[in-house]
C-alpha cells in the first residue's frame, strides 16, 4: 500500500470542494492529478500539480486556482504547512505526528511491505537472455540476463503474474556451425589432430566436453557417416549440451526460467505456425509481393534486391515493409519472430516484453508493428535495450577470455566478484546507458562502490538488533512487538529523514513496475542506505542520538524499531534485484 495514497484522497476532496462551490466545472478531469515526493526534500513531503491540470478547465492563471486550493488542503491536521511554488505547484509539509504511523506500517507489513496489487494478477511474459545456443553466457549477455531478472522479480512483486522465457534460437545456421565446431572436437577425443580451428567455426574450449560426450554416446560411428547423417545428431546433441552451460552459468547469478521455447518448434512440429502467421496476416490484407529499396546506412540482413513477400509493417509505424521468405524459400527471422510472438499472445500473454542487446535497435519498429497487426492491438509489446557493458580492472580495459576464445564469460566475472556484485552493478545503471564494470572498485569497501554501501547499511543494521541484547536482554525485538514501541519520541531531523525515504518505497516500486525500470529500486536502496549510515554516524558524534541508549529503554526500543524497519526496506529492495543482504561487518 502506497503510504501517501490517503493524502491523494485529501487533495482530490479539496479539487471536490472548489467543484461544488463553482470554481472548477464539475465535467473537469482529475485523471492526471497525481501527488509526489519533489526531487527536493527542500520544498516538503508530497507536491500536486492540481491546479496545474484544473486551471484551463476553471479559467484562471495556475496560482490563482492554487491559491483558492491550498487554504482547503491545508486544513488536513496531518499537514502542517502547504505552499505555492513556481507557476502553481502546491508542496505539502506534512505533520511530525503521520510518521510514526509509516513506521509502523513498515514494521507491521513486514516482507509485504511496499507489495502491490497493482497489477492485479495480469499476465506478463517476460523474454530475456535468448542468446544463442552456441556458447557460454557472455559478460554482454550478462546485463540483459540481471536486468530481465530484476524487472521479473519487481513485476511479481507489483502484483503481476510473471512468467520468464528464453527463446532458444536453434533453427539458424549459427546452429549448423555448432554442430560442425562440435563435430571437430568429437574427431579431436577421437585422437586426431585438428590442427587451428577453421576460420568461421567456434574456437572454444568449451566444445570439448561435448566431443568427448559425442565419443562416449556413439563411439566412431558418427566418423563413418556423411554430414548430411551426423549434422544433426550433432546438432541436437551439441545445443542440449549448451543450454544445460547457459542454465548452470544463469544459475550462478540466481536467474532461471520457467520456458525454454525452441524456434525450431514452430516449423518442426505437426504445424508450420510461421506459414499460419503468414496466412493469418495475409487474410487481413497485410501481405503482398513486392520491391524494396536498398536500405539506407547499414544493409539489413534481410533486404535482397527481389520481388519478394511482404508485410505492411509500415501500417504499424516501422519505416519499411519487411521480407518474410528469402530468396531460398527459407522464413527470414523476423518472419519467425512474428510467429513466437503470436504464439505468446495465444498463450494468454497481452503484454510482453522483450530485453535485447542494443544491437538489434533496428528491430524494434518491426517487432512492435508485427505485434500490434496480429492482436489487432489488444497486445503491447515493450522492448528493453541493454547497452554494451566494457570490462576494466583498475581502469585497464580486461582482456577476452582463453576459454570462451573471443570474450569474457559470465562465469569468470561471478567467480572474481561474486554474483550480489554483478547483478546489483548492472542495474546501478539505466538499461539504456552503456556501463564500465571494473572489477577493483565493485569489491571495494567504500561508499564509491554501490553495492558494498547498500550492504553495509543492512550488515550495521544486524549489528545494532544483536548488540541491544546485550543492554536489554529481555526486549521483544519481534517487528509486530517493536511497533507498539513510543515511535513520536523519534523527532531529529535525521530520523524523521529516514522515515520519509521509507515512507517513499512503495510509489517508488509502483513507479518502477509501469516504467519496466528497476534500476530505480537500486538508486533507491543507494539513497535509503545514505540516510542510514548518515543517522548512524550522527549518533558516533553525539551520543544521544546512539541507537541503544542504555539509560532511556523506551527511547532504545523506538530507535530500534526505526532501524528494524531499515532493515526489512533494504532486505526487500535487495532481494528484488536477487542481492543477498549482508549481515556481518567485515
Known amino acids: 500500500m502506497d503510504v501517501f495514497a490517503g493524502f491523494h484522497g485529501r487533495v482530490l476532496a479539496a479539487v471536490q470542494q472548489l467543484k461544488h462551490d463553482g470554481v472548477v466545472p464539475v465535467e473537469a478531469s482529475i485523471e492526471a492529478v497525481n501527488l509526489e515526493p519533489p526531487k527536493d526534500a527542500s520544498h516538503g513531503d508530497l507536491a500536486t500539480n492540481a491546479a496545474m491540470v484544473l486551471a484551463k478547465a476553471a479559467g484562471l492563471p495556475p496560482r490563482a486556482l492554487a491559491e483558492r486550493l491550498a487554504p482547503l488542503i491545508a486544513a488536513d491536521l496531518l499537514i502542517d504547512r502547504v505552499e505555492i511554488a513556481g507557476p502553481g505547484f502546491i508542496n505539502l509539509t506534512l505533520a511530525h505526528a503521520f510518521w510514526p504511523s509509516v513506521l509502523r506500517m513498515v514494521l507491521e507489513q513486514g516482507a509485504d511491505y511496499g507489495r502491490s496489487a497493482m497489477g492485479k494478477a495480469a499476465a506478463v511474459n517476460v523474454e530475456y537472455v535468448s542468446t544463442n545456443p552456441t556458447g557460454p553466457i557472455h559478460v554482454g549477455h550478462c546485463r540483459g540476463a540481471v536486468f530481465g531478472d530484476a524487472l521479473a522479480n519487481l513485476l511479481a512483486f507489483a502484483g503481476f503474474d510473471v512468467t520468464r522465457e528464453y527463446y532458444v534460437n536453434d533453427a539458424g545456421a549459427q546452429v549448423d556451425v555448432l554442430a560442425r565446431s562440435a563435430y571437430l572436437r568429437y574427431r579431436e577425443a577421437q585422437g586426431e589432430d585438428i590442427g587451428e580451428i577453421p576460420e568461421g567455426l567456434y574456437p572454444g574450449d568449451y566444445l570439448k566436453p561435448v566431443g568427448q560426450t559425442l565419443v562416449e554416446r556413439h563411439g566412431r560411428a558418427l566418423l563413418a557417416m556423411p554430414e548430411r547423417d551426423w549434422l544433426p545428431i550433432v546438432r541436437a546433441e551439441a545445443v542440449t549440451a549448451m543450454l544445460a552451460m547457459i542454465e548452470a552459468d544463469l544459475a550462478e547469478l540466481g536467474i532461471r526460467h520457467d520456458v525454454f521455447f525452441s524456434e525450431r518448434s514452430l516449423t518442426a512440429g505437426p504445424r508450420d505456425e510461421v506459414a499460419e502467421t503468414i496466412g493469418e496476416l495475409k487474410a487481413k490484407g497485410l501481405i503482398y509481393i513486392g520491391r524494396l529499396p536498398p536500405p539506407k546506412g547499414k544493409v539489413d540482413d534481410d533486404w535482397e534486391d527481389r520481388e519478394q513477400l ?200 509502483q513507479a518502477a513496475a509501469v516504467a519496466h525500470e528497476p534500476h530505480r529500486i537500486a538508486f533507491y536502496l543507494y539513497d535509503l542506505a545514505g540516510d542510514f549510515h ?53
Open 310 to 509: 511482404l508485410f505492411r509493417s509500415t501500417a504499424f509505424g516501422d519505416d519499411v515493409d519487411r521480407p518474410l521468405v528469402k530468396s531460398d524459400g527459407s522464413y527470414t527471422y523476423f518472419a519467425a519472430d512474428m510467429a513466437y510472438h503470436r504464439d505468446k499472445f495465444r498463450r494468454g500473454f497481452n503484454t510482453m516484453i522483450d530485453v535485447w542487446g542494443a544491437d538489434h535497435s533496428g528491430h524494434v519498429k518491426r517487432m512492435q508493428a508485427a505485434v500490434a497487426a496480429l492482436t489487432e492491438g489488444a497486445g503491447a509489446l515493450d522492448i528493453k535495450l541493454c547497452q554494451l557493458v566494457r570490462l576494466f580492472r583498475g581502469g585497464e580495459p580486461v582482456k577476452m577470455s582463453k576459454r570462451a576464445g573471443t570474450f569474457v564469460t559470465l562465469r569468470e566475472v561471478v567467480d572474481e566478484v561474486g554474483p550480489g556484485s554483478v547483478r546489483f552493478m548492472m542495474l546501478y545503471r539505466k538499461n539504456d546507458a552503456p556501463l564500465d564494470f571494473d572489477f577493483v572498485k565493485v569489491t571495494e569497501q567504500s561508499r564509491d562502490n554501490p553495492v558494498f554501501y547498500v550492504q553495509y547499511a543492512h550488515a550495521r543494521a544486524s549489528s545494532v538488533l544483536r548488540n541491544v541484547g546485550d543492554v536489554f536482554p529481555d526486549l521483544d525485538l519481534a517487528e509486530g512487538a517493536l511497533a507498539d514501541a513510543d515511535l513520536a519520541r523519534l523527532n531529529d531531523q535525521a530520523e524523521t529523514a529516514l522515515i520519509r525515504r521509507m515512507a517513499q518505497y512503495p510509489s517508488i516500486v
Open 534 to 586: 548518515g543517522l548512524w554516524n550522527r549518533g558516533k558524534d553525539s551520543p544521544q542520538l546512539r541507537f541503544i541508549n542504555e539509560s532511556d529503554r523506551e527511547l532504545t526500543r523506538a530507535r530500534v524499531a526505526l532501524v528494524a524497519a531499515t532493515k526489512r526496506v533494504l532486505a526487500s529492495g535487495l532481494g528484488m534485484l536477487g542481492v543477498h543482504a549482508m549481515f556481518e561487518l567485515h
